[in-house]
């Protein structure tokens, strides 16, 4: 992934913040057929040096066939993005100068990737999913909420991932190389859109803005 020195996001918790608030990732591996993605929601456990990326795919997925033990994998989580109109530039105002681009941040994960048939593993990576998701709901649903045996029976039909973490790259292009009044107008223009996406962007460019100034000083 290029990276600009002034889109470079290194902070460790945010990084895992991102993953965590929008988990559903992209999985890219090479297998015998050739390269491969799928679509999973991911779980990151662990801490600095020692963090895992858990997820499951269904049996009748060759991938935990087709891919090999161990090999190198790409995970890609996608966060907020929106589309930046040369009209929110301040600067475009006086001087006419100015084109469009997009906003967005997203993280890459590389790892190595095992593949796990423990129903014991499983089960508890469905129960940590089930937490983390229903948490949201005004009545988390438990798997315990289940009738008996119900989810035993599915987890042969199961294959758990485990992907050791290798690295985690980020890249939060928030307007930095920008002039102060341009992101100012930026977060203007990306609000008034009043939608659910944007409006995150809009927050985590005003945290960036706001880690910019207090440097300044």
């Known amino acids: 992934m290029y990276i600009p020195k002034a889109f470079q996001q290194e902070d460790p918790a945010l990084l895992d913040q991102l993953i965590r608030d929008f988990p559903f990732g992209t999985l890219v591996t090479h297998t015998e057929s050739g390269l491969d993605a799928q679509h999973l929601p991911f779980l990151l456990t662990g801490d600095k040096g020692n963090k895992v990326l858990k997820a499951h795919i269904s049996k009748g997925n060759l991938l935990w066939k087709q891919a090999q033990e161990g090999?190198?994998?790409?995970?890609?989580?996608?966060?907020?993005?929106?589309?930046?109109?040369?009209?929110?530039?301040?600067?475009?105002?006086?001087?006419?100068?100015?084109?469009?681009?997009?906003?967005?941040?997203?993280?890459?994960?590389?790892?190595?990737?095992?593949?796990?048939?423990?129903?014991?593993?499983?089960?508890?990576?469905?129960?940590?999913?089930?937490?983390?998701?229903?948490?949201?709901?005004?009545?988390?649903?438990?798997?315990?909420?289940?009738?008996?045996?119900?989810?035993?029976?599915?987890?042969?039909?199961?294959?758990?991932?485990?992907?050791?973490?290798?690295?985690?790259?980020?890249?939060?292009?928030?307007?930095?190389?920008?002039?102060?009044?341009?992101?100012?107008?930026?977060?203007?223009g990306l609000a008034m859109q009043a939608q659910p996406q944007e409006l995150t962007l809009v927050g985590l460019m005003q945290s960036q803005l706001k880690k910019e100034q207090a440097t300044e000083f």
């Open 71 to 188: 090999s190198e994998i790409l995970a890609i989580f996608h966060g907020p993005n929106g589309y930046v109109s040369p009209n929110f530039y301040p600067t475009k105002q006086e001087s006419g100068k100015g084109v469009p681009t997009w906003n967005y941040a997203v993280v890459h994960v590389k790892g190595r990737v095992r593949f796990i048939q423990d129903s014991e593993w499983i089960r508890a990576l469905i129960d940590e999913l089930t937490v983390q998701h229903e948490a949201s709901q005004d009545s988390p649903w438990s798997t315990a909420d289940a009738p008996v045996g119900y989810i035993e029976k599915m987890l042969p039909a199961i294959v758990g991932l485990e992907i050791e973490v290798i690295s985690i790259a980020g890249k939060w292009k928030l307007s930095q190389n920008q002039p102060q009044q341009n992101q100012l107008g930026v977060i203007t």
